[in-house]
């Protein structure tokens, strides 16, 4: 299955470039995209996306950029020119950032996926209460999406509970990346809003992101393959 077409992206959550690659190196860039994020970035730095798209992988930057528009549009152009697949912001920094963002990247003419963090997976209703949101996930989420639409983002991360709502909304071509993804043979963990593969792909997701199923396997290609006949 070429990368283009496989809905799998293995988040690449490590503590070291070493480990990172170590990891990549045991998985196809044929059959997933990778994921590098906060812990990977700030301990490696630009290094392991050169490392990751030497080996052929395409790769989502998940800095998840959160600030003033200026600053995220100059974020999101610095992760555009780095010539990764796809990069996030999350949706709460609200329209202007949001459209900042989109704005350098279309001025440059980047091709680079913006998408839009709304309520992360590991949040119940409570947590959201407790940051003062008196709503639930799924109308929070959509509340997000719709802004995320509104100014010209790709898709949207969300829990795979909310996608298929999503693509009521929004259609199919407006991005669904959804992680809390647990198959029939993980643990939680401390993902919240969880689905199967399966589950997920039926309920509209578009991108699955992946993370310690794959990654604490002892045999990450045979997990990815189990995943992949989850499908
Ligand atoms: O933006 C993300 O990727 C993300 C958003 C979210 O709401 N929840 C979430 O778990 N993630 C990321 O998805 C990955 C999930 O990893 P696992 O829980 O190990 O499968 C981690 O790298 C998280 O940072």
Redesign the pocket.
């Known amino acids: 299955m070429p990368s283009q077409t496989s809905p799998l992206i293995i988040?690449l959550?490590y503590s070291s470039l070493d480990a990172a690659l170590c990891m990549a190196d045991q998985l196809d860039p044929a059959r997933c995209r990778l994921?590098v994020?906060k812990e990977l970035f700030t301990r490696s730095g630009p290094a392991v996306l050169e490392a990751l798209h030497g080996r052929g992988f395409e790769v989502f930057l998940?800095l998840?950029f959160h600030d003033i528009p200026n600053t995220v549009a100059g974020a999101v152009q610095a992760a555009a020119e780095q010539g990764v697949w796809m990069v996030?912001v999350h949706a709460s920094g609200g329209r202007r950032m949001m459209l900042a963002a989109r704005e350098r990247l279309d001025a440059q003419r980047f091709k680079t996926q913006l998408i839009a963090?709304t309520?992360?997976?590991?949040l119940e209703r409570q947590d959201l209460a407790e940051v003062g949101l008196d709503t639930t996930p799924e109308s929070q989420v959509e509340r997000l999406a719709q802004l995320a639409q509104q100014t010209g983002l790709d898709g949207v991360?969300?829990?795979a509970q909310e996608a298929s709502r999503l693509e009521d909304l929004y259609g199919k071509a407006f991005l669904k990346?959804t992680?809390?993804?647990r198959p029939s043979f993980a643990r939680q963990?401390?993902?919240r809003r969880i689905l199967t593969p399966a589950q997920a792909l039926a309920a509209g997701s578009t991108h699955l992101?992946?993370?310690?199923?794959v990654?604490e396997a002892t045999d990450p290609m045979a997990a990815l393959e189990a995943i992949e006949r989850e499908l």
């Open positions: 988040a959550d994921k994020g998940d998840k996030n963090v309520v992360l997976t590991s991360v969300c829990s990346v992680p809390g993804i963990a401390d993902q992101v992946i993370g310690r199923p990654t």
